[in-house]
């Protein structure tokens, strides 16, 4: 059972990247997914979460209109797509799925998930 995030990288302020995590071992498709992100010196913040089927999305609210979560569930696979980044969204990026809390459950609080990828770095120069 386990999450694996890809994508990171180094990128311009006002540049684009599309995250990945490739899912294993547990039926993807009952559960909702999302990304939080944790910042140098500061705590981890949800970024996006996404419910089972895709229907319905949640943001936080710096990064609403930037950022866009999706899913495939025939690829087992979350994405996270990042449009006009800021210096201010470097971080390690973790997907996490709440699968302790059963089919359909999702959350902004990170206690509420407990399986996570290890995380890609994303560094946005200014």
């Known amino acids: 059972v386990q999450l694996q995030a890809s994508g990171g990288g180094l990128v311009q302020a006002g540049g684009s990247l599309r995250l990945s995590c490739a899912a294993s071992?547990?039926?993807?498709?009952?559960?909702?997914l999302a990304w939080f992100r944790q910042a140098p010196g500061k705590e981890r913040e949800f970024v996006a979460a996404?419910?089972?089927?895709?229907?319905?999305?949640y943001y936080l609210d710096s990064v609403k209109g930037r950022f866009t979560i999706s899913r495939d569930n025939a690829k087992n696979t979350l994405y996270l797509q990042m449009n006009s980044l800021k210096f201010e969204d470097t971080a390690v990026y973790y997907c996490a799925a709440p699968l302790g809390r059963g089919y359909y459950y999702w959350a902004r609080a990170d206690s509420d998930y407990d399986l996570w990828g290890q995380g890609t770095l994303v560094t946005v120069s200014s």
């Open positions: 071992g547990f039926t993807f498709s009952g559960y909702a």
């Open positions: 996404i419910k089972w089927s895709g229907s319905n999305t």
